[in-house]
């Protein structure tokens, strides 16, 4: 058992903080100096539509909202702090799968006082469900979805620490990770999983997966169990994920590092584990007591072999999922995909840390409708986002040459130190990318910064206020858009503004109320999971400060929103439990449901959702749809 009491209930960030806080104000002064002033910034005043920064006041402010009649016919969903999902008049939900819910007849209901044991959970829905995609083969829909993580205090809530006592609780936390694919049916507008499917299956950290691209077979990944560095077992803490055009899914590993310990207590971290927030001592999982590959001083090279993205062929139960080197090693949100004007597959990405990077992958290969697109994801140019105060941008691209790494090997494993190297924008905290099917177009969630202004991120490398990043100790968050220069997404050079920034107007009257397409009635903190509809309206989830209380008063539990790319209108369309996140979003083909994550529901232990009364808090996907029937994106 590792000693955690003391910090079992931190956020991945926090923990990560406390333990491993990086450097100190390095050179920070000279920071301050040369960092842009707001006003600066806002000069600059690109017009990107109708909610493009202006110039203006210290507050950054966008222009006001387009007088066009909104897009959106929902009446919007005031916020709340109750402990169930709120949607608007007109449309309903309900639960389609739960965390702990058997896939096979052979497997074990849910036992409420246990909260499940290794063997069931293995044969069920993971934990804390993130990012999903609904595939469709004929009339079988099939969803993968990540299980990004558990809270030690619900899944071993049975025991008296709260925390894994044994080796059966460590093998049920394992499998409680990774990804659940799974068969579901619409049975007169319920859907439900399919039981029993040959879809069905459980990919978890123990799955072996094949290592490719340009890191498959290098130093750094061998390990005594894999002397070749060719395959891993596992995949976990698979947070935002992707979807290609030739039917694969992308699940992203995010926060890998907080699996790993020391046996001993001599061992010293090296300066690569520490830049990825690898250290002594776990976040209360206790892997290493049960699997020595998560033990540092016996493992060092195990933590190079996560912190990628992972393709996994949803129709082909029997494939091997592989895991993408090409895309880098970092602490992934999500993938999104786009296919250039040529052919090329883009792929832009997130390094959720405090003042990490934005990156764009471009393959080598081009995309072939009904060819063999298998390896396209295995060949590329990595680049990191630049992003200038005059609302230019450009991508830096990560070679031997200009990071003065030996190989692209090495790049595609210690891909923050690459980024560093180049200087790169350190921005607050990307979360998920998401491309406007209308035009070349990208955004990305900066969720919200404490650091910004005050400390450099991890490897030293400073964090100004400025640039898409205007404000110090940022607590709510902003939304950075870019557009590829001619529309190619293939482009090394791009614009960007800030779709919105976030903030409360009923507490603050700086630059804290947020920007002018947020009022009373819509404003939301910590923007995080984010997708496309097929019409161009962009979904915004939040992951944030639910207190309802001080800077966050009015704000209500986290929620969904819809938001309007061309006029700026942001409108609240759900509200989630009490405690927790709402993350994960897909839709089935005929646009009449979308399915919605709910992650960590009482993660505080204030809910009992979804069963009510006593019952454990547990994560779920739910579907909704209107009550006539009608499109939903
Ligand atoms: Fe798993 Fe950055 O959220
Ligand atoms: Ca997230
Ligand atoms: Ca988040």
Not at 446 to 458: D, E, S
Not at 483 to 495: I, M, V
Not at 560 to 567: C, F, I, K
Request: charged fraction near 25%; charge should be negative; proline fraction near 5%.
């Amino acid at each position: 058992m590792s000693d955690t009491s003391d910090h079992h209930d931190l956020s991945f960030d926090e923990f990560d903080e406390r333990r491993n806080p990086g450097p100190d104000v390095t050179g920070f002064d000279e920071v301050v100096d040369r960092a842009i002033s707001r006003r600066g910034l806002l000069r600059s005043g690109m017009a990107f539509g109708a909610a493009a920064l202006i110039t203006g006041t210290n507050a950054s402010l966008f222009a006001g909202r387009a007088e066009a009649a909104s897009r959106m016919a929902f009446q919007a969903v005031p916020a709340n702090t109750l402990d169930t999902v709120t949607v608007p008049k007109g449309y309903n939900w309900h639960t389609v799968v739960k965390w702990g819910e058997p896939l096979w007849s052979h497997g074990v209901e849910f036992d409420q006082a246990t909260r499940g044991t290794g063997i069931s959970q293995e044969t069920a829905f993971g934990d804390n469900n993130d990012g999903m995609s609904l595939f469709t083969s004929g009339n079988r829909h099939v969803l993968a979805v990540n299980n990004e993580y558990t809270n030690r205090s619900i899944i071993y809530g049975n025991r008296q620490t709260k925390l894994p006592e044994g080796a059966d609780d460590v093998r049920k936390g394992k499998a409680a990770h990774g990804v659940s694919v799974m068969e579901l049916r619409n049975n007169g507008g319920r859907w439900s999983v399919v039981k029993d499917s040959p879809y069905n299956r459980r990919i978890t950290a123990d799955t072996p997966i094949v290592i490719t691209g340009p890191a498959r077979g290098h130093a750094l990944l061998k390990t005594e169990a894999d002397p070749a560095g060719t395959t891993v077992l596992g995949t976990y803490n698979n947070c935002g994920n992707g979807r290609t055009p030739w039917g694969t899914y992308l699940a992203c590993e995010e926060n890998f590092n907080g699996y790993y310990a020391s046996s001993d207590d001599m061992f010293e971290p090296t300066a690569e584990m520490k830049r990825y927030g690898v250290g002594k001592k776990d976040w209360g999982y206790a892997w290493s007591t049960a699997d020595d590959r998560f033990d540092i001083s016996k493992h060092p090279n195990e933590c190079n072999r996560f912190g990628y993205v992972v393709e996994i062929d949803p129709l082909d139960p029997t494939s091997t999922p592989r895991k993408l080197t090409a895309l880098g090693r970092f602490k992934h949100e999500n993938a999104e995909v786009v296919v250039a004007n040529n052919g090329q597959v883009v792929v832009y990405m997130g390094d959720d840390e405090r003042g990490e990077f934005i990156y764009r992958f471009v393959s080598d290969g081009r995309y072939a409708v009904g060819g063999d697109n298998s390896g396209l994801l295995d060949a590329g140019t990595l680049s990191v986002a630049k992003f200038n105060d005059d609302l230019s941008g450009e991508w830096l691209d990560l070679t031997p040459e200009s990071t003065s790494m030996a190989s692209l090997a090495e790049i595609c494993i210690h891909t923050r130190q690459a980024a560093s190297v180049v200087k790169a924008t350190t921005m607050d905290r990307p979360e998920w990318v998401a491309a406007n099917p209308n035009r070349a177009e990208i955004y990305c969630c900066l969720t919200n910064n404490k650091n910004r202004g005050k400390k450099p991120n991890k490897g030293g490398d400073p964090t100004p206020v400025g640039g898409p990043n205007p404000r110090e100790g940022n607590k709510y968050g902003q939304i950075v858009r870019w557009r590829p220069d001619a529309g190619d997404h293939t482009s090394s050079t791009f614009t960007w503004d800030l779709f919105v920034l976030a903030g409360n107007p009923t507490v603050h009257q700086d630059d804290r109320k947020g920007s002018q397409n947020v009022d009373r009635d819509n404003m939301f903190n910590s923007p995080d999971g984010m997708a496309f509809d097929t019409t161009g309206l962009v979904w915004i989830q939040t992951d944030g400060n639910y207190s309802d209380k001080d800077d966050f008063a009015g704000m209500g539990n986290n929620q969904m929103l819809v938001a309007d790319p061309d006029s700026g209108e942001i409108k609240r369309f759900m509200v989630g439990p009490r405690e927790c996140e709402v993350t994960g979003i897909t839709w089935s083909p005929d646009k009449r449901t979308v399915f919605v994550g709910i992650q960590h529901p009482g993660e505080k232990g204030d809910s009992h959702f979804p069963d009510g009364g006593a019952s454990v808090p547990r994560s779920v996907v739910i579907a909704i749809s209107r009550d006539d029937g009608g499109l939903i994106g």
